[in-house]
């Protein structure tokens, strides 16, 4: 929260979680879903000095943690069937993100 990120997809969906009252995500999740596109944070370990101590220490290894993950999600070799996993996030966003968002 040390500074203004441009506005994307990232900070909307974080700011609609957020906001989202019934959300149980961690931290760690709303942080994950607020930079995980700020690859000079966690690639190259630029402005890592504008984090808090709590950020740096906790949330940052768990967004490279992720980021293992997400890189190779767009890959066309790894396509997965949607049909058969949309029961298991259902699931998921019933447990973690319950009711109806406010878009």
Same mark, same amino acid.
């Given at each position: 929260?040390?500074?203004?990120?441009?506005?994307?997809?990232?900070?909307?969906?974080?700011?609609?979680?957020?906001? #989202?009252?019934? $959300?149980?995500?961690?931290? %760690?999740?709303?942080?994950? $879903?607020?930079?995980?596109?700020?690859?000079?944070?966690?690639?190259?370990?630029?402005?890592?000095?504008?984090?808090?101590? %709590? %950020?740096? #220490?906790?949330?940052?290894?768990?967004?490279?943690?992720?980021?293992?993950?997400?890189?190779?999600?767009?890959?066309?070799?790894?396509?997965?069937?949607?049909?058969?996993?949309?029961?298991?996030? %259902?699931?998921?966003?019933?447990?973690?993100?319950?009711?109806?968002?406010?878009?």
């Amino acid at each position: 929260d040390n500074v203004h990120m441009s506005w994307g997809h990232d900070e909307y969906i974080y700011r609609v979680l957020r906001a #989202h009252a019934p $959300c149980v995500l961690p931290p %760690e999740a709303l942080f994950i $879903c607020r930079y995980h596109s700020f690859y000079a944070l966690h690639q190259h370990g630029a402005y890592e000095w504008m984090l808090t101590a %709590e %950020e740096r #220490h906790t949330m940052l290894p768990w967004l490279r943690t992720f980021q293992r993950f997400d890189l190779y999600s767009k890959d066309d070799d790894n396509r997965l069937d949607v049909r058969a996993l949309r029961p298991y996030y %259902e699931s998921l966003i019933d447990t973690y993100v319950p009711g109806v968002l406010q878009w």
